[in-house]
C-alpha cells in the first residue's frame, strides 16, 4: 500500500531555532500534502493544506510566517517551524493524498522546544 | 463546514466481546468516511473506509455502516484482541483524496484480557 515516510519521528530543539520536518510519498504521488498538529488525547488538527507547486493554504489561526510548508514535488513536502519556542512543542503529523485514492498518513514527528 | 461528533471518547470492553463506536456528520454532501486506528507516538493508521453508494463494508473482524439519511456511521469491531486497544478516529470529507478530512474527537479503545 501506500507509504508516507515522515523524518524525524523526533526532535529536540532549542528556543529561538528552526527545525525541519520532511514527509515523502514513496510509491506514490501526493499532489495533496495535509499538516496536522495534534496535542495530548487530541484530534488531529489541520494547520495547512498544500498542493504541489502552489503556496499552502492555512486554516484559521495559524501563523503562515512560523509554519513554513513546502511541496516542491509530488513526492516531498516540508514543514518548517521557524524561531520555534516551548509553545509549539507538539506532535505534527502530515498526510498525503491524491483524488480519489484517499489519505496516507505519515509516522509522526514529536518536537521539543526547550 | 462539515462537523463530525464521534462518541463515546472512552470505551473498554472484554477481550473477545465486540465493540462499537459511532459518528454524525453534518454535511450531507460528504461521500467518504475513512476509519483511522492510532497507537500512541504513531501517525493514524486506516483501518476501513466507506463511500457513500454503500451501506456496510466489511474486512475480517472490522465492518462500518453508513445511514446517508441519518447522516451516521459506525465503526464494528468483534472478537476484540488485546491489540486491539488504541485511540480511534472517523472522519469525512465530499472529495476524497482533494479536500481536507474533518475528525472526530477520537475514542480510546481499552480491551481488557
Known amino acids: 500500500g501506500a507509504v508516507v515516510s515522515q523524518h524525524p519521528s523526533r526532535v529536540i530543539c532549542k528556543s529561538g531555532t528552526s527545525v525541519k520536518i520532511e514527509c515523502r510519498s514513496l510509491?506514490?504521488?501526493?499532489?495533496?500534502m495535509f499538516w496536522y498538529r495534534q496535542f495530548p488525547k487530541k484530534s488531529l488538527m489541520l494547520m495547512a493544506t498544500?498542493?504541489?507547486?502552489?503556496?499552502?493554504?492555512?486554516e484559521q489561526g495559524v501563523e503562515k510566517d512560523k509554519f513554513l510548508i513546502n511541496h516542491a514535488s509530488l513526492t516531498l513536502s516540508t514543514l518548517t517551524v521557524t524561531s520555534a519556542h516551548p509553545e509549539d512543542s507538539s506532535f505534527y503529523i502530515c498526510?498525503?493524498?491524491?483524488?480519489?485514492?484517499?489519505?496516507?498518513f505519515g509516522s509522526g514527528t514529536r518536537l521539543t522546544v526547550v | 463546514g462539515e462537523n463530525v461528533e464521534q462518541h463515546p471518547s472512552t470505551l473498554s470492553v472484554q477481550e473477545g466481546d465486540s465493540a462499537v463506536i459511532k459518528c454524525t456528520y453534518s454535511?450531507?454532501?460528504?461521500?467518504?468516511f475513512p476509519w483511522y486506528k492510532q497507537e500512541l507516538g504513531k501517525g493514524p493508521q486506516l483501518i476501513i473506509d466507506?463511500?457513500?453508494?454503500?451501506g456496510e463494508k466489511k474486512d475480517q473482524r472490522i465492518a462500518v455502516t453508513l445511514n446517508k439519511t441519518a447522516k451516521h456511521f459506525s465503526l464494528h469491531i468483534t472478537e476484540t484482541q488485546p491489540e486491539d486497544s488504541a485511540v480511534y478516529f472517523c472522519a469525512a470529507t465530499w472529495m476524497e483524496g482533494a479536500q481536507k478530512l474533518v475528525f472526530g474527537q477520537g475514542t480510546r479503545l481499552t480491551i481488557n484480557p
Open positions: 498526510s498525503g493524498a491524491r483524488s480519489g485514492y484517499g489519505y496516507t
Open positions: 498544500s498542493n504541489e507547486g502552489s503556496k499552502a493554504t492555512y
Open positions: 510509491d506514490f504521488q501526493a499532489t495533496t
Open positions: 454535511d450531507s454532501a460528504s461521500n467518504y
Open positions: 466507506i463511500r457513500s453508494n454503500v
